[in-house]
């Protein structure tokens, strides 16, 4: 059994100390009585809307009472809150700052590991690119690399087969971002060209482009 005190919606008075009106009074015998009368002056007022903190303060209060009070539409006494121990509700508060401070801590942790990821993933791609299109220049292949490690995205980065940095996986990013980037593909789908038609119009310019990235720098320096 709670103990309940009740918020009234009439003026009422303590049955012992006659003061008056109470914010708040228990009954009993069917009489109100005060917090102070009733000994629950000590307790103060945590209002209801964290659960968590009323549960921790409640475990934590060796007395504690419910507070309620009567909603005429609904015609039911609905909770307000608790009057529990000062001390508890500082443990509680205590307590549910530091869930909160370790959860921020770890969401901080968490960001940085997801950070490091991406950034050596984004380094190994990128190496990767540069092995297969020697060509490339450098910081094309790290925005390549960069754009397809992007988590989340779905993109061949982030696939299983990008993550092996294999061949096929990294010859699909760099078609790619060429596509966009050195073909006027984009500007032929905004043109309504349908994307397939698109794409075979642009496929001839991205293995050009390509092919021109396979070569080595040194031996197209011997040709020269
Ligand atoms: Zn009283």
């Known amino acids: 059994m709670n103990l309940v005190v009740v918020e009234p919606l009439k003026r009422r008075h303590c049955a012992d100390c006659r003061r008056g009106p109470l914010p708040l009074h228990i009954l009993e015998y069917n009489a109100p009585r005060c917090l102070d009368c009733a000994d629950l002056g000590h307790l103060v007022l945590l209002p209801r809307g964290n659960a968590a903190l009323t549960r921790r303060a409640r475990e934590a209060s060796s007395l504690w009472a419910v507070v309620v009070r009567y909603h005429k539409r609904r015609k039911r006494y609905e909770r307000q809150g608790l009057l529990v121990e000062e001390a508890a509700l500082a443990r509680a508060e205590s307590a549910c700052l ?23 993933f984004t380094a190994s791609f990128t190496v990767a690119i540069l092995a297969l299109f020697p060509s490339c220049p450098p910081d094309r292949a790290h925005a390549v690399a960069a754009h397809t490690s992007q988590r989340g995205s779905g993109r061949v980065g982030r696939s299983a087969a990008g993550r092996t940095l294999d061949e096929s996986a990294v010859t699909a990013a760099v078609r790619a971002s060429v596509r966009h980037v050195d073909t006027p593909y984009d500007a032929l789908l905004m043109a309504g060209v349908p994307r397939q038609e698109a794409r075979g119009r642009v496929g001839a310019a991205i293995e050009g482009v390509l092919a021109g990235w396979r070569e080595n720098p040194s031996a197209s320096d011997r040709a020269r």
């Open 98 to 120: 530091a869930d909160a401070e370790a959860r921020a801590r770890r969401r901080d942790r968490d960001a940085a590991r997801r950070a490091a990821e991406d950034l050596t």
